[in-house]
């Protein structure tokens, strides 16, 4: 079945350091990979996906690359500030159109001080 | 991407009394949303699977007749939790599906006493 791994953390950084979550995988066929965000007392926001190996998914300076020989997609920030502080979850998707499921990390929170 | 919203955000009810949460596409026709649970520092888990007209495809492990999901209409699911305990006291999010992508609601807040 489909799994997905990721630090779980707590990653607590200084604000404008770099950040790495580390995200692998273990799926049949070509997953979709995602990467979402949780702020406090809210749900999920999609923060980036790539569909297809050496895709790079990037959003507000986020990025993370398929990579399909280490079934990896690490999630890289060069300059983290405050407002990122949040959870982050690597999921996959082996389906398509509205009728799929997703499978999820557990989550890394990210606490980014000033 | 769509645009999901849920009711309440918070509640709080007795045990053994049900309750109703709601979860609505505001601008897409979802014929397929999904219900999640949330447990404190833990991944969501994806509960069921919710089809507009037809029932509902559930988890292994998901009680069906305590989790009880509606979803009469392409813009909202319902999900019932009937005679509720504190161990079902949870963040519930919601999602639509839509072109390759999920789209959450903000989510629900269940505490039962």
């Known amino acids: 079945g489909n799994s997905v791994t990721q630090m779980e953390g707590p990653v607590t950084l200084s604000e404008e350091a770099f950040l790495t979550i580390n995200c692998t995988y273990t799926?049949?066929?070509?997953?979709?990979l995602f990467w979402y965000v949780q702020y406090p007392g809210e749900g999920l926001q999609l923060l980036l996906k790539?569909?297809?190996?050496?895709d790079k998914g990037s959003n507000k300076g986020f990025e993370a690359t398929y990579r399909k020989e280490t079934t990896s997609f690490h999630l890289e920030k060069g300059s983290v500030q405050v407002s990122d502080s949040a959870v982050y979850f690597c999921?996959?998707?082996?389906?398509?159109?509205?009728?799929?499921?997703?499978?999820f990390g557990k989550g890394t929170l990210l606490t980014v001080n000033p | 991407g769509a645009v999901v919203s849920q009711h309440p955000s918070r509640v709080i009810c007795k045990s053994g009394t049900s309750v109703k949460i709601e979860c609505r596409s505001l601008d897409f026709q979802a014929t397929t949303m999904f219900w999640y649970r949330q447990f404190p520092k833990k991944s969501l888990m994806l509960m069921a699977t919710?089809?507009?007209?037809?029932?509902?495809?559930?988890e292994q492990g998901v009680e069906k007749d305590k989790f009880l999901i509606n979803h009469a209409s392409l813009t909202l699911s319902t999900l019932t939790v009937t005679s509720a305990h504190p161990e079902d006291s949870s963040f519930y999010i919601c999602?639509?599906?839509?072109?390759?992508?999920?789209?959450f609601g903000p989510g629900t807040r269940l505490t039962v006493t």
């Open positions: 999921a996959l998707s082996n389906g398509g159109g509205s009728n799929y499921k997703l499978t």
């Open positions: 790539a569909t297809k190996a050496d």
């Open positions: 799926a049949t066929g070509y997953p979709s």
């Open positions: 999602s639509v599906g839509q072109t390759g992508e999920q789209y």
């Open positions: 919710s089809n507009e007209g037809s029932k509902a495809t559930y």
